[in-house]
């Protein structure tokens, strides 16, 4: 599978409401590499995610609307996404044991829950450990 890194750089889709959060998310993303784009809602996020190819996703699991990060999840899902998925919520453990669940079941692959408030520090060690493992699936193989 090749990944847009190899095109154009590493990108990061951030499906948050809140703009201080995408905001936080945002520029720490930049700071290790990736180049961010923003969706607020389910609907942005689809169509982002149909227009763009992206290597990694954070999503908030509580999204304003009637569609939640859940139903991002299905979506995500059904449109066979193969990015790994940061979840950066509020959740309680429940949820988060329950969403996890979800994403196994439809094939997504979540690499971390971190939760609200943010956590920067395990942002920044999550976002810079997905960015070396997409260079490292980049580099040329040495066999």
Known sequence: MTSSYEQDGARLLIIEDDAMQHGLIGRIASSVGFTPSVARTYEEAGAQFRANKFDCITLDLSLSGQRSGTDVLHMLGDLHCKAPIVIVSGATGLQLQLTSS?????????????????????LRKTLTKVMDSLKRAAAPSMA
């Open 102 to 122: 979800i994403a196994r079941s439809l094939k997504l692959t979540i690499c971390e829950s971190i939760p609200k408030p943010l956590d920067l520090a395990l």
